[in-house]
C-alpha cells in the first residue's frame, strides 16, 4: 500500500502481479482486523475514526476454475490526532433564554472537549459548560463560544463559534404588515 496514513489522505492499494493470465481484483480495506463497511476500492481515504488504528487491505484474486486467494497487505498505523468540529450556538438570543452549543463531530474516539463562552470577546467566568444564560445586561452582546479538543500526547484543538447578538427580547411586526395602532 502506498499513502500516508493520516486523516483526510487517500491510501492505494499496490496489489502487485497476478497471474497467469486475467484475473479479476477484489479490494476490502480494514480497521483493527475488521472490515470498513463500503471500502472496498483500490483506494481508501481515511477519516478521523482511523486515528490510532491499524489500516489493512485484502486483494482477492479471481480466475474461472480457480479457488480464489487473498492476500493481506502489511497493517500500517494511522496517527491519532484531533480533528475539530464545527460549533453553533442554539437557542432564543434574548434575555432569560438560555444558549446552547452544539459542538460538532469531533475525532477519534476519546477526544475530550472543553467549553469557554465570551461575551464581546471577553471570556465570561465560570462560563465554561455547554449552556449560557443570558441576562438583562446582554442586550447588542455579541455571544461565542470556543471548543476545545484534547487527546492524550497530541495538540489541543481550538475551534470558536459564528457569533451571536442578543436582541432585547421585543417583537417587531412583520415587514408589510401594520404595527400597532391607536384608535
Given at each position: 500500500m502506498t499513502g500516508t496514513p493520516a486523516a483526510g489522505q487517500t491510501l492505494t492499494a499496490t496489489p502487485g502481479t497476478w497471474g497467469p493470465?486475467?484475473?479479476?481484483?477484489?479490494?476490502?480495506?480494514?480497521?483493527?482486523?475488521t472490515?470498513?463497511?463500503?471500502?472496498?476500492?483500490?483506494?481508501?481515504?481515511?477519516?478521523?475514526?482511523?486515528?490510532?488504528?491499524q489500516l489493512a487491505v485484502a486483494v482477492t484474486g479471481t480466475r474461472d476454475r480457480y479457488a480464489p486467494v487473498t492476500v493481506?497487505?502489511?497493517?500500517?498505523?494511522?496517527?491519532?490526532?484531533?480533528?475539530?468540529?464545527?460549533?453553533?450556538i442554539q437557542g432564543l438570543a434574548q434575555p432569560g433564554s438560555t444558549l446552547t452549543v452544539k459542538p460538532g463531530t469531533w475525532g477519534p474516539a476519546g477526544v475530550t472537549l472543553t467549553y469557554q463562552w465570551y461575551r464581546n470577546g471577553v471570556a465570561v467566568r465560570?462560563?465554561?459548560g455547554t449552556t449560557l444564560a443570558l441576562t438583562t445586561k446582554d442586550p447588542g452582546v455579541g455571544i461565542t463560544v470556543a471548543v476545545t479538543g484534547s487527546l492524550p500526547g497530541k495538540a489541543p484543538v481550538t475551534v470558536e463559534s459564528r457569533r451571536v447578538i442578543v436582541s432585547d427580547g421585543s417583537v417587531l411586526p412583520y415587514p408589510g404588515r401594520p404595527g400597532p395602532s391607536l384608535t
Open positions: 493470465g486475467a484475473v479479476a481484483l477484489t479490494y476490502q480495506w480494514t480497521r483493527n482486523g472490515a470498513i463497511p463500503g471500502a472496498t476500492r483500490a483506494t481508501y481515504t481515511a477519516v478521523a475514526a482511523d486515528g490510532g488504528a493481506r497487505s502489511a497493517a500500517v498505523a494511522v496517527p491519532a490526532t484531533v480533528v475539530a468540529g464545527t460549533p453553533t465560570s462560563a465554561t
